[in-house]
């Protein structure tokens, strides 16, 4: 899938990569990028629907990352990027965090040079209705801004 905002990605085309379906991640459907990312990630890169800049971020359901991604570029301090725990859906959306996130991303264990706290994006398994202490303390706190795209 490839997506271009002249606003938040300055010409650039993002080029994300989707989750295979295999087994009983199908019904996860982290394998599409919804029109709601997009029209989200048009509004969010042209400051029509909030003004992310320097604002902590948390993404649910996140699926190919494409608002989170906005949202880097867009100078968030801190994006939380959250999909359901299975392993190829989190592996697809690390990889395009990796690939796309301006900042830097937190690697998975967040011991390494350059852990959660020095990267603006944190990739984060979580399923909905599990405890979100575990988010905010990636974040260093509440959160200003909840997308659900």
């Not at 939380?80 to 725990?85: I, K, L, N, S």
């Amino acid at each position: 899938f490839e997506y271009g905002a002249e606003t938040a990605l300055a010409g650039q085309t993002v080029e994300l990569h989707l989750t295979e379906t295999t087994g009983g991640n199908q019904a996860l459907f982290a394998h599409y990028v919804w029109n709601s990312a997009i029209v989200l990630s048009d509004r969010l890169a042209a400051r029509r629907f909030v003004d992310v800049e320097g604002k902590s971020v948390i993404e649910l359901g996140s699926g190919a990352g494409l608002p989170s991604i906005t949202c880097t570029r867009m100078a968030s301090r801190k994006v939380v990027v959250t999909d359901y725990p299975d392993p190829q859906v989190m592996a697809n959306l690390r990889k395009n965090m990796t690939i796309h996130a301006h900042g830097g991303v937190a690697p998975e264990d967040g011991t390494e040079s350059g852990g959660a706290e020095d990267a603006r994006c944190v990739v984060l398994p979580y399923k909905w209705g599990d405890s979100v202490e575990g988010l905010t303390a990636a974040a260093g706190g509440p959160f200003d801004v909840v997308l659900c795209a």
